[in-house]
Each structure stands twice: as C-alpha cells, then as structure tokens.
C-alpha cells in the first residue's frame, strides 16, 4: 500500500510540474506612461509595476502616452504635453 501512495504522490508531483510552466502569464514589461485627468486636465505618469490602476472616481483619466521604460523618458513626455498646452501641472 505504501508502494501505491508513493507512486501516486510521485506521479502527481511530476504532473504538477510540467503542468505549472503551461499556465504561468509572461511577466508583463515594466516602464511608465502618462495618463490626463479629464476634470482637471493634469497629467500624471503611472508606473505598470503597481498592481492596480489609478482610482477612476471622481474623475476619469486617459492614456496619452505608450509605455516608456523609464522615468525620464515618461517625465520628457510630460513636460513637452505641457508645452503643447494639452496638459496642466
């Protein structure tokens, strides 16, 4: 009976791990973007690193850039969607 059980948990261990790679998600890339509040019109820069998104209440935002991988280049397109007028702050 022992045989029996060990073979099992053996069996199950194996299939977990060919298993686990299959269902496991691509990392997703970290970097940054600039997201604009529509009742204020400020924009902001957002880190995909966080896991959640930013709280959409009592304003909602769009996302005005692509994701950038670092800060400078999220800060750069900040501060030129300002000197188009197109963001305050």
Partial sequence: MRRLTSLAVAAAVAAASIAAPAFAAPAPKSGYYVIR????????????????????????????????????????IQLKLRDERRCFL
């Fill in 37 to 76: 509040w529509d009742n204020t019109g400020i924009c902001q820069i957002w880190n995909t690193d966080l896991q959640s998104k930013p709280v959409e209440w009592p304003s909602t935002y769009k996302i005005v850039s692509k994701p950038v991988p670092t800060f400078v280049e999220a800060t750069n």
